[in-house]
């Protein structure tokens, strides 16, 4: 009998035990699930640089494969630079053509300038004459000379009036003339500009993904035409539920295992988004709020992104990350943060 009660009492106490157990094993794995700053939603991101030629016209060369790395300033494509050759001779004759028009002009001002000479001395001479028939003795001068000879000295005065109009008209084409080299010279670089641009090239180390681009197609001007994945912007986006991040801080350290073959990498949190887009209460088209009528009385919590810069030494040497890897992540805790958010 009392076998039977001792065996009792310890079915007993081994079920409390298993059951107290099972509670506490529970309540461990709640709190990592609901109050551990983790997630399995981590992204790999990373700078997408859509390259863009510059100028139209066709693909005359694309100097990259799919997939490869490359490195800035690597020319990607060429785009045909026939017309742009011929637009930068162009430029080229214009500049020869106003400097002649300029030196043209620099001829008709030294003419100009002596035509001002030679009519301010022969007004001067003959202003010379008007005075002395003008203060001779009587009966020595006819009236007669003297009025021809001041209408000689006005005459004399209206030539180097016009000599010098003749020598502001020669000074105004000379400043044209310079104003055409200027707008000759500025048509040259712009042409030469473009003549550069016709090979397009890398603007920073990364690889090309995603290549359909081909000699011959088309390429518009500010029209994308090639991927480069920008190798120095990687980092990590992490997607935590709202109720963790009064656990999350800038500067925490993170452990980032990745899906692929599980690697484990090292990171630190750099920022944590301020605001997502809210689909139960879009803007109406009159500018007013728009609320659900409908409310669902379970709610999940938001979750919120969160940056983290990959710590480049724990990168192991072969591994290639792609933007869109999925990694989980779990923020270390224990170091306090006051005031950080």
Do not use: C
């Not at 209206?158 to 310079?178: F, H, N, Y």
């Amino acid at each position: 009998m009392k076998t039977q009660s001792l065996q009792s009492l310890l079915r007993i106490a081994i079920t409390l035990v298993v059951v107290a157990a099972a509670l506490l094993l529970a309540r461990m794995l709640w709190h990592e699930d609901a109050e551990s700053p983790w997630t399995r939603d981590g992204r790999i991101r990373a700078d997408v640089v859509r390259i863009a030629p510059d100028v139209s016209g066709l693909i005359r060369t694309v100097a990259v494969h799919d997939n490869e790395f490359v490195h800035r300033g690597q020319v990607l494509f060429i785009v045909d630079p026939a017309r742009f050759e011929n637009a930068v001779q162009q430029a080229q004759a214009e500049i020869a053509s106003a400097q002649a028009a300029l030196q043209v002009a620099q001829a008709d001002i030294r003419a100009a300038q002596a035509g001002v000479a030679a009519a301010n001395a022969q007004s001067g001479s003959l202003r010379d004459k008007a005075q002395r028939r003008d203060h001779a003795a009587p009966g020595v001068v006819s009236t007669e000379e003297r009025t021809d000879a001041t209408a000689a000295a006005a005459i004399g005065q209206a030539q180097v009036l016009e000599a010098r109009a003749r020598l502001g008209q020669a000074q105004a084409e000379r400043s044209k003339a310079l104003a055409g080299e200027q707008l000759a010279r500025a048509h040259l670089a712009l042409a030469q500009l473009n003549l550069a641009r016709t090979q397009v090239r890398a603007p920073s180390d990364g690889a090309i993904t995603n290549l359909k681009l081909e000699a011959g197609d088309y390429a518009a001007a500010g029209a994308p035409r090639m991927a480069l994945v920008d190798s120095d912007s990687i980092y990590v986006e992490g997607y935590f539920e709202e109720t963790k991040l009064p656990q999350i801080h800038v500067g925490d350290p993170v452990d980032i295992r990745l899906m692929a073959g599980g690697v484990h990498l090292r990171g630190t949190v750099t920022g944590i988004a301020r605001g997502i887009a809210s689909r139960e209460n879009p803007m109406g088209s009159d500018l007013l709020s728009e609320t659900n009528p409908i409310f669902d009385w379970v709610r999940l919590a938001q979750r919120i992104p969160v940056r983290i810069a990959i710590d480049r030494a724990s990168l192991p040497p072969h591994l290639r990350l792609a933007a869109g890897m999925t990694a989980t992540l779990r923020v270390q805790q224990g170091t306090l943060h006051p005031g950080k958010t």
